[in-house]
């Protein structure tokens, strides 16, 4: 039996799910938390509101996002475009795009934060580029 080559199609819902599972969460104040899902066909990131499961906005982002993860304060949601070579920073204040982190490197996939949340992990075809929270910018590529 020959390997399926990659297909970042392949699971998609799965991704979704596990996602939305794992905790890409974030809580303003007084407010139920809010899931955050990346939909690769439509380039955009669902916001839905846990307390009545519905979507209450649609955020544009990078070409076919992928990964997505939620600063440990809530503040911020990162997402790895993977058509786009870029991570799109979500304020989750206002649910925008408040910047656009170009990677440097073919199909960012999985992004997680740090602890502190001073730094950004993506995963790369091939890296990792590292992005200083404080800048949005690439400090570092492993």
């Known amino acids: 039996m020959k390997p399926r080559p990659f ?3 392949r699971g998609l819902f ?3 799910v596990m996602l939305l599972l794992s905790g890409a969460m974030a809580r303003t104040a007084g407010a ?3 899931a955050y899902v990346a939909n690769y066909s439509s380039d955009t990131v669902s916001v839905i509101d846990t ?3 519905s979507v209450g906005a649609t955020v544009t982002v990078g070409l076919n996002p992928l990964g997505v993860a939620v600063s440990p304060d809530g503040s911020r949601v990162y997402v790895a475009n993977y058509g786009s ?3 799109s920073v979500i ?3 206002n649910d925008t795009v408040g910047a656009t982190v170009t990677v440097g490197a073919a199909g ?3 992004v997680a934060v ?3 949340g001073s730094r950004v992990y993506v995963t790369n075809e091939g890296n990792v580029s590292v992005i200083d929270t404080a800048t949005d910018t690439v400090g570092a590529t492993v």
């Open 7 to 9: 297909s970042p199609y």
């Open 14 to 16: 799965s991704v979704g």
């Open 32 to 34: 139920a938390p809010q």
């Open 51 to 53: 307390a009545t499961d």
């Open 85 to 87: 070579g870029t991570v």
């Open 91 to 93: 304020d989750t204040a």
């Open 108 to 110: 960012p996939s999985g």
């Open 114 to 116: 740090s602890p502190d």
